[in-house]
């Protein structure tokens, strides 16, 4: 088998910028050959990450207290082999593979494939599942949807002190989420995204579940650093509800592109003529210099008057003009003539 990627110091990152996780979940609806499908789908719309869900319906849902959903979730099982299989699909053509695992027996047999355990909003309060990833010392990418600050400290300082490891910055990424499919527009909180960075000094990433990428693009401008949306490849004539939060391989491309322009738009915070401007020679054809409106005889008074701004800026600066107003000229000078003094 070919085994997971070596990892990296900070694994949040992607190719272009933000890492992005393309979450296939539960949309293959069981069905491996569909599974695959979206896996193929996946790795070609460029994502840095392509992610599944690892679980047994009795092993996650009371089959006594919630009956239907044990059953919608034992529908939806893929295989161990399975699994294995995507997990090779992934990772032969360059693209992580990770997968939510919310049955903990099955950690063992996955885990190679895995750079980072991705712990969903519903388990950030599940601190013996908690437990067993916190040993194993990779990476912990945590989404916090239900939760307010407060359970999030509480859950980081059990993961810190189950394993201090998770001291270091780049071992936790925390990911603002809304659990609601779809997300309206007023659940989303992206402004939580400084916050939770400012509070907890870890990166801080977005989990998408809202209709289109405009929530994608704006978290990446609030500070997210790891983007995770839905995957499908359409979702026309579909049943289940992930497909109607996410997004298909052009729209993933799309998205990609925008945060590379995006990230070329925001440039940086140091305000200076940059290398374009003054390579153009922009400083002198944009700006202005101050000439005489008017000939000027050797001994004339300068008034206020007898100045025009004009470009290009030769000469005399327009910002010295107090230079010579009010005094003698020293020579004779043309009108419009290039001011040196």
């Keep these: 088998m070919a085994g997971c990627r070596v990892i990296k110091k900070n694994i949040w990152r992607g190719k272009f910028g933000p890492l992005l996780i393309a979450e296939i979940g539960g949309n293959h609806e069981g069905n491996f050959s569909y599974a695959k499908k979206l896996t193929k789908e996946a790795i070609k719309s460029g994502a840095d990450v392509i992610k599944f869900q690892l679980y047994s319906g009795n092993r996650l849902v009371n089959s006594k207290i919630s009956p239907k959903r044990n059953e919608h979730f034992k529908k939806f099982e893929l295989t161990k082999n399975q699994h294995l299989k995507l997990a090779e699909m992934c990772i032969k053509s360059g693209v992580q ?47 916090t949807g239900l939760s307010n600050f407060s359970e999030i400290k509480k859950t980081i300082n059990f993961i810190v002190k189950k394993n201090p490891i998770y001291k270091k910055k780049h071992m936790i990424a925390l990911m603002q989420c809304t659990s609601l499919y779809p997300t309206n527009d007023v659940d989303i909180n992206l402004s939580v995204i400084p916050e939770l960075k400012k509070i907890f000094k870890y990166e801080v990433g977005y989990s998408d579940h809202s209709i289109g990428d405009l929530a994608l693009l704006i978290s990446y401008l609030k500070g997210a650093k790891i983007l995770e ?50 390579k153009s020679g922009h400083l002198k054809s944009f700006r202005r210099a101050i000439y005489f409106n008017k000939n000027i005889a050797k001994g004339d008074i300068i008034k206020n008057e007898d100045i025009v701004c004009l470009r290009p800026n030769e000469g005399l600066d327009a910002r010295k003009a107090d230079l010579i107003i009010g005094k003698k000229s020293p020579k ?7 001011i040196k003094l």
């Design 97 to 143: 593979y990770n997968a939510s695992i919310w049955d903990t027996s099955m950690i063992d047999w996955v885990d190679k494939y895995l750079n980072f355990y991705k712990i969903g909003s519903g388990d950030l309060t599940a601190y013996p599942i908690i437990s067993e990833f916190a040993k194993r010392g990779k990476p912990i990418l945590l989404s």
């Design 229 to 278: 949306f839905h995957f499908t490849d359409t979702r026309k004539n579909k049943k289940f509800r992930d497909h109607f939060v996410s997004l298909t391989k052009d729209e993933v491309i799309k998205l990609s592109l925008n945060l590379q322009r995006t990230k070329k738009l925001l440039g940086n915070p140091k305000k200076e003529a940059i290398r374009s401007e003054i």
């Design 332 to 338: 004779i000078f043309k009108a419009l003539e290039k």
